[in-house]
T-cell receptor, first 115, second 116 residues
Framework: EAQVTQNPRYLITVTGKKLTVTCSQN?????MSWYRQDPGLGLRQIYY???????DKGDVPEGYKVSRKEKRNFPLILESPSPNQTSLYFC??????????????FGNGTRLTVT | AQKVTQAQTEISVVEKEDVTLDCVYE???????LFWYKQPPSGELVFLIR??????QNEISGRYSWNFQKSTSSFNFTITASQVVDSAVYFC?????????????FGSGTRLSIRP
């Protein structure tokens, strides 16, 4: 089944404790992206990747890191999480760049709480 | 700069009523794409439709229809004879063809509640 898989679904952590949210897609998509969803703000892009070893900042990259060593995986890393990073996170992928008419396929989301 | 505005934060209607969700966008590009996504209470995001800027033809899919008007920069979504299963948050989104940032901008979403 074609899908984007995120893990974990729920994560509670403490300030400053490094964490990684994994994302994997099995559709051979070139484009992958991370979003955070906050009430009243919709989805805001954190980082995106056009292909292996090609990543770039989105609108709210501060406090996050990503890597794209393989086409299928795009982990989101929080080196030192803070309470303002408490949010619902979505990984997404598309066959090619979104501006080439490719819809995004989303993972099921990761709800992160930082205390 | 890109911008997507969904002015309706929440809408509540009784089942079987028709309801329209508004989406207004801003872009300086002549080539762009518009999308609608649905987020049901279970939380996942589901793609509904995409439309490119050269295709102003309205689209109908069952009870769903979309009205794209470049003159008013709007891409509105209408649900006819709404059902409880339509209850969800709906997001409108925009991407630009020649954007160097290559990203999609989402509106803040409209929460639709259908009452039985």
């Amino acid at each position: 089944e074609a899908q984007v898989t995120q893990n974990p679904r729920y994560l509670i952590t403490v300030t400053g404790k490094k964490l990684t949210v994994t994302c994997s897609q099995n559709m051979n998509h070139e484009y992958m992206s991370w979003y955070r969803q906050d009430p009243g703000l919709g989805l805001r892009q954190i980082y995106y990747s056009m292909n292996v070893e090609v990543t770039d900042k989105g609108d709210v990259p501060e406090g996050y890191k990503v890597s794209r060593k393989e086409k299928r995986n795009f982990p989101l890393i929080l080196e030192s999480p803070s309470p303002n990073q408490t949010s619902l996170y979505f990984c997404a992928s598309s066959l090619s760049r979104p501006d080439r008419d490719s819809p995004l396929h989303f993972g099921n989301g990761t709800r992160l709480t930082v205390t | 700069a890109q911008k997507v505005t969904q002015a309706q934060t929440e809408i509540s209607v009784v089942e079987k009523e028709d309801v329209t969700l508004d989406c207004v966008y801003e872009t300086r590009d002549t080539t762009y794409y518009l999308f609608w996504y649905k987020q049901p209470p279970s939380g996942e995001l589901v793609f509904l439709i995409r439309r490119n800027s050269f295709d102003e033809q309205n689209e109908i899919s069952g009870r769903y229809s979309w009205n794209f008007q470049k003159s008013t920069s709007s891409f509105n979504f209408t649900i006819t004879a709404s059902q409880v299963v339509d209850s969800a948050v709906y997001f409108c989104a925009l991407s630009e063809r020649y954007s160097s940032a290559s990203k999609i901008i989402f509106g803040s979403g409209t929460r639709l509640s259908i009452r039985p």
